[in-house]
């Protein structure tokens, strides 16, 4: 079978115009104040002035502001930025689980916090928090929470 020289120019412009998606999802390494620090019960201990929503806190100034209990780590924040938040469920939370990594198709860095509840049905608030490598100063993080 022949194929016209029109059909190998347009199956070659297609495979030439396909891109190849360069992205590649790594994981990133999250701390904890718990296994960093040796606070205790901080989904109920620290006390932050948010409600379902989340914010990076960059300077150690900015944490004796607006973070509070008896949790006062030593955070060194020329290498590292703390995420921190509060989330309100249905039921009482029974673990909150972390993922950060770099996400695809931007190479955004993303960090996705799962806040399991248990059978107990009392309403909830927790507090969540990660300590993640320093961004760049016009550098953003996606924050997915997820309520299960």
């Known amino acids: 079978m022949k194929y016209s020289p029109i059909f190998?120019?347009?199956?070659?412009?297609?495979?030439?115009?396909?891109?190849?998606?360069?992205c590649d999802e790594k994981i990133l390494t999250a701390k904890h104040l718990e296994s960093e620090y040796g606070c205790v019960n901080t989904k109920y201990s620290l006390v932050v002035d948010l409600q379902n929503n989340g914010k990076i806190i960059r300077s150690e100034e900015a944490y004796d502001t607006?973070?509070?209990?008896?949790?006062?780590?030593?955070i060194d924040f020329s290498k590292y930025d703390l995420v921190i938040g509060k989330q309100s469920s249905g039921n009482e939370n029974d673990t909150i689980l972390y993922d950060y990594?770099?996400?695809c198709p931007d190479n955004e860095p993303t960090l996705?916090?799962?806040?399991?509840?248990?059978d107990v049905t009392r309403p909830d608030n927790v507090v969540y928090h990660a300590?993640?490598?320093?961004?760049?100063?016009e550098e953003t993080l996606h924050i997915i929470v997820n309520v299960k």
Do not use: F, W, Y
């Open 8 to 22: 190998t120019i347009i199956l070659l412009s297609l495979l030439i115009s396909c891109k190849k998606n360069d």
């Open 101 to 103: 990594r770099t996400a």
């Open 131 to 137: 300590i993640i490598p320093k961004l760049g100063d």
């Open 66 to 74: 607006e973070v509070s209990g008896p949790c006062h780590p030593d």
């Open 112 to 118: 996705t916090v799962e806040i399991i509840q248990s």
